[in-house]
């Protein structure tokens, strides 16, 4: 059991907080730490499930009639003795009732006079204002490397009593396993090893890949995040030289990250990746994830805002809570200067407030989560953001030189099943300066069109007819561009 957690209970419980909040999706675990706890301050254990009322733990049945709450709250605040009283199942609907809250009132001021105190447990367990000052919360942290780690001998232990296992991995992927296991309640984790095991005997590289399909399951089911399957790799990007050597740096520590702690470094935090629109950065976001085989997961803000108070910012702390789940993950922002774009308290200042948690999130975030965030507009951006220290490193990305519209050519024929070796790469990128990759890759796209529907065949001469045809955004919002180029120099680092 984690010794911090247990030691902030038993402070709090010293302390005389007769309430304590305890949140967790794991309540069997929140209840094997507080048994313990029980039993290391010598007090008297006891459990409240609406299935089985109140009931200590070295009695035989229940305390007559507790099955209903009201009745095992008013047994608890009409004089019981020292003890930790655990009491689960209290859901939102139940702890918003009035009596309820009367009686949980009375409890805590009861439990306040003796040794012990009243313990709920349950995962976002929102205690109204009459509680809330009476409570003490505690977040119970998620299972450790070493939990999952005894897990996972623990079941090859018990398979192998049955039948014959195989462990087909290598002590780095090993702790590779173990990496993304975290976010995972120990029961899902169990489950999900032990399924790998029976279907084959094998514990093998494949089944890292259930892990994390496992977890894309629990995050889709939150509905927040969307997951992105990370196809496109760094060899796919053209040019970006800089942001690619810096990504390559890091590629180690994501791998071995129990080595890069042990040898003082921490995972990397992310990147913003500032630019003009069309030239790479969300195609960058997904490289990073495939590069480094990490799940990719894209906030799209728009999901968050609820027109009711409160739940925008209740949204965000549960979609930052399943991007921890998934860790070691890339989560992806695009266009994060929309995200918090009302400044002006139009929005009744909740932009705002969901910009402070998102600022305190990344500062003090525990979970492996490399953010790649992206922006077009860099004078729309909270000036927050551009602070040393709340990205690893800002980036600008400009539009491709002529080397690089040449090799986006070589790649966009190529991955359309055209041989690039049949065009003159040359002319194309010598006719298009001040070009974005995007309009390059439409220009071959519309080229397709119309050799499609004449049946005819592509050539150069139907995509150079196509670049004449292209107003780039360099022409038509030529003083934006250049204002954002003007800005990012001195102040970012070159991804080109």
């Given at each position: 059991?984690?010794?911090?957690?247990?030691?902030?209970?038993?402070?709090?419980?010293r302390?005389?907080?007769?309430?304590?909040?305890?949140?967790?999706?794991?309540?069997?675990?929140?209840?094997?730490?507080?048994?313990?706890?029980?039993?290391?301050?010598?007090?008297?254990?006891?459990?409240?499930?609406?299935?089985?009322?109140?009931?200590?733990?070295?009695?035989?049945?229940?305390?007559?009639?507790?099955?209903?709450?009201?009745?095992?709250?008013?047994?608890?605040?009409?004089?019981?003795g020292?003890?930790?009283?655990?009491?689960?199942?209290?859901?939102?609907?139940?702890?918003?009732?009035?009596?309820?809250?009367?009686?949980?009132?009375e409890?805590?001021?009861?439990?306040?006079?003796?040794?012990?105190?009243?313990i709920?447990t349950?995962?976002?367990?929102e205690?109204?204002?009459?509680?809330?000052?009476?409570?003490?919360?505690?977040?119970?942290?998620?299972?450790?490397?070493?939990?999952?780690?005894?897990?996972?001998?623990?079941?090859?232990?018990?398979?192998?009593?049955?039948?014959?296992?195989?462990?087909?991995?290598s002590?780095?992927?090993?702790?590779?396993?173990v990496?993304?296991?975290?976010?995972?309640?120990?029961?899902?984790?169990?489950?999900?090893?032990?399924?790998?095991?029976?279907?084959?005997?094998?514990?093998?590289v494949?089944?890292?890949?259930?892990?994390?399909?496992?977890?894309?399951r629990?995050?889709?089911?939150?509905?927040?995040l969307?997951?992105?399957?990370?196809?496109?790799?760094?060899?796919?990007v053209?040019?970006?030289?800089?942001?690619?050597?810096?990504?390559?740096?890091?590629k180690?520590?994501?791998?071995?990250?129990?080595?890069?702690?042990?040898?003082?470094?921490?995972?990397?935090?992310?990147?913003l990746?500032?630019?003009?629109?069309?030239?790479?950065?969300?195609?960058?976001?997904?490289?990073?994830?495939?590069?480094?085989?990490?799940?990719?997961?894209?906030?799209?803000?728009?999901?968050?805002?609820?027109?009711?108070?409160g739940?925008s910012?209740r949204?965000?702390?549960?979609?930052?809570?399943?991007?921890?789940?998934?860790?070691?993950?890339?989560?992806?922002?695009?266009e994060?200067?929309?995200?918090?774009?009302?400044?002006?308290?139009?929005?009744?200042?909740?932009?705002?407030?969901?910009?402070?948690?998102?600022?305190?999130?990344?500062?003090?975030?525990?979970?492996?989560?490399?953010?790649?965030?992206?922006?077009?507009?860099?004078?729309?951006?909270?000036?927050?953001?551009?602070?040393?220290?709340?990205?690893?490193?800002?980036?600008?990305?400009?539009?491709?030189?002529?080397?690089?519209?040449?090799?986006?050519y070589?790649?966009?024929?190529?991955?359309?099943?055209?041989?690039p070796?049949?065009?003159?790469?040359d002319?194309?990128?010598?006719?298009t300066?001040?070009?974005?990759?995007?309009?390059?890759?439409?220009?071959?796209?519309?080229?397709?069109?119309?050799?499609?529907?004449?049946?005819?065949?592509?050539?150069?001469?139907?995509?150079?007819?196509?670049?004449?045809?292209?107003?780039?955004?360099?022409?038509?919002?030529?003083?934006?561009?250049?204002?954002?180029?003007?800005?990012?120099r001195?102040?970012?680092?070159?991804?080109?």
């Amino acid at each position: 059991m984690p010794s911090d957690a247990l030691r902030d209970l038993e402070l709090l419980l010293r302390s005389r907080h007769g309430l304590v909040y305890l949140e967790t999706r794991e309540e069997g675990r929140a209840e094997g730490l507080l048994r313990h706890l029980a039993d290391a301050m010598g007090l008297p254990f006891f459990t409240w499930r609406r299935t089985r009322g109140l009931q200590r733990d070295d009695a035989g049945g229940p305390v007559y009639q507790t099955e209903e709450l009201l009745k095992a709250l008013r047994h608890m605040a009409d004089g019981v003795g020292p003890g930790i009283y655990h009491l689960q199942d209290l859901g939102g609907d139940t702890i918003r009732q009035a009596a309820v809250r009367a009686h949980l009132r009375e409890v805590a001021e009861h439990m306040e006079t003796q040794d012990g105190a009243a313990i709920l447990t349950g995962p976002g367990l929102e205690l109204p204002s009459t509680l809330r000052e009476r409570t003490a919360h505690l977040t119970l942290p998620g299972p450790s490397d070493a939990e999952f780690r005894a897990l996972l001998t623990d079941i090859l232990k018990d398979i192998s009593a049955r039948q014959h296992v195989e462990v087909a991995l290598s002590a780095k992927e090993v702790e590779s396993l173990v990496g993304h296991l975290s976010g995972l309640t120990l029961m899902e984790a169990e489950k999900i090893l032990t399924k790998a095991l029976v279907e084959d005997g094998t514990l093998a590289v494949e089944d890292i890949r259930h892990v994390i399909d496992a977890k894309r399951r629990v995050v889709e089911r939150e509905g927040l995040l969307e997951y992105y399957p990370a196809e496109t790799t760094l060899d796919g990007v053209a040019d970006l030289v800089r942001l690619k050597e810096w990504l390559a740096k890091r590629k180690a520590v994501v791998k071995e990250p129990a080595r890069a702690r042990e040898f003082g470094l921490d995972f990397p935090r992310g990147m913003l990746l500032l630019g003009v629109p069309g030239c790479g950065k969300s195609l960058s976001a997904k490289a990073v994830a495939a590069e480094w085989k990490l799940p990719l997961l894209k906030l799209d803000p728009s999901n968050l805002y609820n027109k009711y108070i409160g739940e925008s910012e209740r949204n965000f702390k549960r979609a930052m809570e399943a991007a921890e789940r998934m860790a070691p993950v890339v989560l992806w922002i695009d266009e994060l200067e929309k995200a918090f774009a009302s400044g002006d308290g139009a929005d009744g200042g909740v932009s705002q407030r969901i910009l402070g948690s998102f600022l305190s999130w990344m500062q003090d975030r525990t979970g492996d989560v490399f953010v790649v965030a992206t922006a077009n507009d860099v004078q729309a951006l909270p000036p927050e953001f551009l602070r040393k220290g709340r990205f690893d490193e800002i980036f600008f990305v400009d539009l491709p030189d002529e080397a690089t519209r040449r090799e986006i050519y070589r790649i966009h024929l190529r991955t359309r099943g055209h041989d690039p070796r049949a065009f003159d790469l040359d002319a194309l990128a010598s006719a298009t300066p001040g070009f974005s990759g995007s309009e390059i890759e439409q220009t071959v796209v519309s080229a397709l069109y119309t050799v499609f529907s004449t049946d005819g065949t592509l050539d150069g001469a139907a995509i150079q007819a196509e670049v004449e045809a292209t107003r780039p955004l360099s022409v038509t919002m030529a003083e934006r561009v250049e204002g954002m180029r003007s800005w990012a120099r001195g102040r970012t680092v070159s991804a080109n």
